[in-house]
């Protein structure tokens, strides 16, 4: 029954047709297949202007570049004296599947699903008559979006270049970093609908074999129609779906994609989406950024350490206040005590409302400005600080001291570099307030304590998420900690990724 007492629809099974079109290998099969199609194309074409020897030609507008298909087969077809001494049909089958056209890829298929995907790809398909396989060749379009400098993680000392739509693109940014040849790339096809290519890397020798293959396993395992979203892959990758904490580690800048693979972890990328993942995604991870290893180590381990700070700053500061002030007034200075007062003697509300309140407006906010151009974005969120934040305190909303502290506390968190990380923190910063207005200060303790519990639960391929601060079965994390170490003192890669060479330096 559902939650409205109707019984609930049950859905019927997903059913994996194999093959896809089980049908004769003909044009005109084909040709059906793509029934009411505008960009469907077909053409009969002379062999050397040889009536009595005639081609098919199918290909899909848009997804052929012209030029390719002109140069490198129908300019062949109507002018190599090869073929023209060809003499049968069979024969010039076997001259053009051996190179008698001009393109470096020609494929033989004998299967309807095969010459339909190679179409849909962007490739032209030759039918001779009485011959049961057809002849693909290569002449997809390369228009995509240039490689530009990377938006969401700018870089002071950093490379200026991210990752695209187009996935054999992003494997040469990768190789062009890691030209060792033992960069494996293991490419799957997922989505029923979408045929998306998702590509498996890792660098054999360093990463785990079995993380590789348990990575691959349960790309396997997605059965969906269509893989466009990054959430396609992030929510059926993982270990568990039940947290708001990301499981995944993602980026799209390739030097910082290329670091996690050099570290021993796996990557993947996916064609039509813009950046990469690495797995597995530790706690430690998501509070690093590719700069961490351009400057000098000192700064390095200010910055980090300023991160966890700001991290407990978001997540306990609003708590901290509401305890203290409903339950625990003798731990705040006389003095701010009788400010907190004053500043409150003429607002109607309670001190937990007037936090939630402020936490919640804090968030329309965010939301508001990511969701609109960034021109009006930015204003705003402007407006909406300033504006509505001074008029709320002039009006007696809210207090002065609980707009400082929600100020503060949404400050912080955006120094996390992981935004995704950061979202998790701010709905367990709303629970952690929610219990401080309700037990105080033991409210707030046993919501950290349940927070610890909640993130020691969860494993991302088999690691524990709090590594560094977990064990993972006796196998710590050396070097690689909130302070970061010199680099030439760091020798040895992640031990929790049980590499099969750890050391990355002599």
Not at 227 to 241: A, F, K, R
Not at 268 to 274: A, E, K, M, R, S
Request: aromatic content about 8%; some cysteine; proline content about 6%.
């Amino acid at each position: 029954m559902g939650i409205f007492g109707r019984k609930q629809n049950v859905p019927p099974p997903h059913p994996r047709q194999e093959p896809r079109f089980d049908r004769p290998l003909t044009a005109d099969d084909i040709a059906a297949i793509f029934e009411g199609c505008a960009d469907f194309g077909r053409r009969t074409l002379y062999i050397n202007n040889d009536p009595g020897r005639q081609v098919e030609m199918l290909y899909i507008v848009g997804q052929v570049r012209n030029e390719r298909a002109s140069d490198y087969v129908l300019k062949p077809l109507t002018q190599n004296e090869a073929l023209r001494k060809a003499a049968t049909m069979d024969e010039a089958f076997d001259l053009i599947a051996k190179g008698g056209l001009y393109t470096f890829a020609v494929e033989v298929r004998d299967r309807a699903d095969q010459v339909v995907f190679d179409l849909v790809n962007g490739w032209v398909a030759l039918f001779f008559p009485g011959k049961e396989q057809v002849l693909t060749f290569m002449t997809a379009t390369e228009e995509k979006r240039s490689v530009s400098n990377p938006e969401n993680e700018p870089d002071v000392k950093g490379a200026r270049d991210s990752f695209v739509e187009s996935v054999r693109t992003n494997t040469s940014l990768v190789r062009r970093r890691l030209r060792a040849p033992e960069l494996k790339v293991a490419e799957q096809i997922v989505g029923r609908r979408s045929v998306t290519p998702v590509d498996v890397l890792w660098l054999d020798g360093v990463a785990d074999p079995a993380l590789a293959q348990r990575v691959q396993s349960r790309l396997r395992a997605i059965d969906i129609d269509a893989m466009l979203m990054t959430g396609n892959l992030e929510q059926y990758i993982v270990d568990e779906s039940r947290t708001a904490f990301p499981l995944t580690l993602y980026t799209e800048r390739p030097d910082r994609f290329c670091a996690g693979l050099a570290e021993g972890r796996v990557g993947v990328l996916v064609d039509g989406i813009p950046m990469g993942w690495l797995f597995p995604a530790t706690m430690d991870s998501f509070f690093r950024t590719g700069q961490d290893r351009s400057v000098s180590w000192v700064l390095a381990s200010v910055l980090s350490v300023l991160r966890y700070v700001c991290m407990l700053i978001t997540l306990f500061l609003p708590g901290l206040y509401v305890g203290a002030v409903l339950f625990h007034p003798a731990l705040i200075p006389v003095k701010l005590t009788l400010s907190i007062i004053a500043a409150k003697a003429n607002v109607p509300f309670a001190t937990l409302t007037e936090v939630l309140v402020m936490l919640v407006a804090f968030e329309v906010l965010q939301e508001a400005g990511l969701r609109l151009p960034a021109s009006i974005g930015q204003t705003v969120s402007i407006l909406g600080g300033l504006v509505v934040g001074s008029a709320a305190v002039e009006a007696k909303l809210v207090s002065p001291a609980v707009l400082v502290v929600v100020a503060i506390a949404g400050i912080s968190g955006y120094t996390a570099p992981s935004q995704d990380f950061a979202g998790a923190l701010r709905i367990w910063r709303f629970l952690l307030t929610l219990a401080a207005g309700v037990c105080g200060l033991l409210g707030l303790v046993l919501g950290g304590v349940a927070l610890v519990y909640r993130l020691a639960a969860l494993e991302s391929f088999g690691t524990a998420y709090l590594t560094p601060f977990a064990s993972n079965a006796g196998r710590q994390k050396e070097g690689h900690v909130v302070l970061r170490q010199p680099l030439t003192k760091v020798r040895t890669r992640p031990d929790y990724l049980n590499t099969r060479n750890r050391r990355n330096q002599g």
